[in-house]
């Protein structure tokens, strides 16, 4: 193996293996350097087990309402190593299914696992483990993020995300800090398996990156299930083990006053700082900011030779935005700088109870730009599908400009959410427009169904009857 190289990429993640591919496909000598195995967040500790919970919490759900069908269950109780052994064997068949260092020698990159990289100089990265350096004219920082403790008296004692996995039993009373898409999907999950669940927000809302409606859908959700969701929390003070050893005391202040409780486990889901501990970025030139590694529209960072793609940069974190940026940078690296990243048509969701989604604009982001927007609500207990699944609750929300003519975005609550906004992506991607939307046919009965709908009521109605449609359609979501 060779030490010199055109292209070095720290981190084999979605980003750093799509990059290092791509660099590789663009003629470049690469190596990829990663400090544990290929995969990165998402397959080891992130979408893969999380995914997995969600699917065991469904079931539970399934189980549990399975007596109106006639199916007698007798006793539903989660059996926390046995799920916890599923989630791991699960993630292992992925890892092989992918097989990414094979894919990875197949097209020449060279896979280095030999620890955590370091620069220690502007072309120049040592490696942990052996202490040998590499030298490569361009680098692509892919090194992702992690979670963080919030800096209060007692941090030590919660559990982050990735650490969920180790908890000795299933928490009896969970505290969840933090209501992005890890600590949504979290409640859903501990709800599920029938654990007491306190939700706290620093935001107004839950889930404060998606459309307000859908926010507002899920939050009511949780509420009925019996979460106890509070926002605006004004901050979490402290953790302590009580006197009694019953649990961890956590007191965080709202309205004004000092609230106390008390949990076998409080889980800190509060943000997703980029991975740059020890990767001597000093060495390199590069800026850092507010735990994002400082990007400008060509993913380059402060130093020229240096790009960064993925939760690294802290602009979408996502797989989706991580390939698709990770695609430009190493373009960027290997033939010049000229390719940006659209960001605007990067499907999303997480999979709670209901799930939720989106792609676009959300209805707030429309109305800033143009207050005429035309947008469409239709509540899935309206569709025959969510129907006969007994999966009422939910709604698709299609925003449009002002002449009907183009989706700016969509947003979904409700069974099936990612597939049916994923199904709108398609068509915004191909550049369809309302009016052929509405003359899709849709197989029956399907969930993607009520996009057809919706993109009918686009071009039904003015917009003022739009919004009192969606005024009732959300009553009843
Ligand atoms: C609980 C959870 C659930 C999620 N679910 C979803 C989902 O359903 N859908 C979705 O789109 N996104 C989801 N995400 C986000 C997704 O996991 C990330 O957006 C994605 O993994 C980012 O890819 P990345 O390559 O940028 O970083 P990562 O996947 O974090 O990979 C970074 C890699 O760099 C390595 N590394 C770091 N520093 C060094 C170093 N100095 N030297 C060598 N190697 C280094 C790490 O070991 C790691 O393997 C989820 C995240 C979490 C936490
Ligand atoms: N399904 C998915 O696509 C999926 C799932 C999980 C994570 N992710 C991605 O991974 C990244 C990390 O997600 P995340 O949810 O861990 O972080 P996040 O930064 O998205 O959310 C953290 C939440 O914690 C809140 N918070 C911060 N300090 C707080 C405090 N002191 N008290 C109470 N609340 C506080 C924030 O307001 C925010 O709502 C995100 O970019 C996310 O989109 C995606």
Redesign the pocket.
Known sequence: MSDTYDVLVIGAGPAGTSAALRAAELGARVAVVEARRTGG?CVNT??VP?RVLAKTARLMREVRTADAYGITVTEQTIDWPTTVARVRSTVERVLAAKDEPDRLRAAGVDLVLEGRARFVGPHEVELEASGRTLRAEQVILCVG?H?RR?P?PGAELATL?EHVLDLPRLPRRVAV?????????LVTIFNAFGSDVTL????PR????TDAAVSAAVAQAFTEQGVRVVTS?E??ESLRQADDSSGIVLT?RAEGAEHRGTFDDVIM????PASVEGLGLDAAGVQVERGRIVVDEYLRTSAAHVFAAG?AN?Q????QAAHVEAEAAARNAVLGATRRTPHHLLP????TDPDYAGVGLTEDQARARDRDCVVAHVAYDTMERPIIDDRPRGFLKLVADRRRELLLGAHAVGENAVEVIQAVTTAMAAGVDVATLARVEFAYPTYSAVIGVAARQLLAVTPAEVLLAGAGARGSA
């Open positions: 967040t992130g979408c999380t993020g979670s919030l209060v995300p800090v933090g209501a992005g898409n890890t600590g949504a999907q706290l927000e620093v935001a839950i889930l404060a990156q929390v901050g979490v965080w889901a509060t943000g997703w939760d802290g979408a974190m996502l797989v999303a969701g997480g999979f």
